[in-house]
T-cell receptor, first 113, second 112 residues
């Protein structure tokens, strides 16, 4: 069964450092997403990506964040100058079309120390 | 922001009983809803969806009911099993884009 895969599963970084979270969406999907879940809280939308550009982003997704699809299979989230409050689970998701169910990866747990 | 909330943060049921998880949403323009299941340490897993032109949809052991009049969504799980223990989220799409707004989640515990 096709699935979204994310690496690494856990990333520890020092405050102020840059991190790149990696995702391989389901191969025939066209829409890609990043969501975040702070421990014990709800899943929050960060950004959606379609046709090699950002289609939507939330207030959370400020200049500190960027996304890229560097090749035909990977989708990355870069967080520059990480802050303590960036510590969370980051989920990548993909869908075959807009406004249909998104399939989520297992998440990357980011810990900023 | 939009509000998608859950009435109960926790729910415990006996194995074999039916479970009902509720969700309230605030935006009458929302036209697509999904229930996700999240097990510990894993990502949200799609369970079932429903569009606003329907009021009921059934899957395997699960049924989603949508009441647009009171902006309420429920997930019914028949013959609940220990493997159903997880946090359940409803997610709402406003119909104007691709993003979903998630509720805070209900933790379901199935007692053997």
């Amino acid at each position: 069964e096709p699935e979204v895969t994310q690496t690494p599963s856990h990333q520890v970084t020092q405050m102020g450092q840059e991190v790149i979270l990696r995702c391989v969406p389901i191969s025939n999907h066209l829409y890609f997403y990043w969501y975040r879940q702070i421990l014990g809280q709800k899943v929050e939308f960060l950004v959606s990506f379609y046709n090699n550009e950002i289609s939507e982003k939330s207030e959370i997704f400020d200049d500190q964040f960027s996304v890229e699809r560097p090749d035909g299979s990977n989708f990355t989230l870069k967080i520059r100058s990480t802050k303590l409050e960036d510590s969370a689970m980051y989920f990548c998701a993909s869908s075959g079309s807009g406004n249909t169910e998104a399939f989520f990866g297992q998440g990357t747990r980011l810990t900023v120390v | 922001g939009e509000s998608v909330g859950l009435h109960l943060p926790t729910l415990s049921v006996q194995e074999g009983d039916n479970s009902i998880i509720n969700c309230a949403y605030s935006n009458s323009a929302s036209d697509y809803f999904i229930w996700y299941k999240q097990e510990s340490g894993k990502g949200p897993q799609f369970i079932i969806d429903i569009r606003s032109n329907m009021d009921k949809r059934q899957g395997q052991r699960v049924t989603v009911l949508l009441n647009k009049t009171v902006k309420h969504l429920s997930l019914q799980i028949a013959a609940t099993q220990p493997g159903d223990s997880a946090v359940y989220f409803c997610a709402e799409n406003l119909g104007t884009g691709n993003q979903f707004y998630f509720g805070t989640g209900t933790s379901l515990t199935v007692i053997p």
